[in-house]
């Protein structure tokens, strides 16, 4: 459990925006509501069982409850909604039933590539799937990651 950090102007763009003119209560609450929901549903597509899932957002913090098999569901979870464009923090309530070690997580800079990632945190640049596949269905292609992203490094 914990604060994550993440780039507030990096991620996928799942939010609706609020019109600068909108002053209505209730269209301000829709919106928030069909953010969360957009929230809910990249959960949902990661294929993940989570147990009373739950999430809630403040501002440009997400807060997540909900218990999972294993650490790496959970840090699949936590990287999903932390690289959503206009989330800066997710807030992590989750429980893990299969305690594990945790993983790294590394801010992808400019000119980063998996090989170069890899070479850093495991010496050698072959190692690149094991990052890959750590982030899967998040990547999709080895070769598309972009500066502020948010990556999930295992242990070896």
């Not at 928030?32 to 949902?44: G, P, S, W």
């Not at 850093?120 to 998040?138: C, H, Q, R, S, T």
């Amino acid at each position: 459990m914990g604060l994550f950090s993440f780039l507030k102007d990096a991620g996928a763009k799942l939010f609706k925006r609020k019109k600068e003119e909108v002053t209505v209560p209730k269209e301000a609450e829709k919106t928030q509501e069909e953010n969360i929901q957009a929230l809910k549903d990249a959960v949902a597509d990661l294929g993940i069982e989570v147990k009373d899932f739950f999430v809630d957002l403040q501002k440009d913090t997400v807060i997540v409850f909900g218990e999972v098999h294993t650490q790496a569901d959970k840090e699949k979870i936590i990287l999903t909604l932390g690289n959503v464009e206009g989330v800066e923090e997710v807030d992590d309530r989750m429980t893990v039933i299969e305690p594990e070690p945790e993983a790294d997580f590394y801010e992808v800079k400019k000119g980063d590539s998996l090989s170069k990632i890899a070479k850093v945190y495991y010496g050698d640049v072959l190692k690149y799937p094991v990052i890959f596949e750590a982030n899967k269905p998040m990547l999709k292609d080895v070769n598309r990651i972009y500066p502020g992203q948010v990556l999930r490094i295992p242990k070896l």
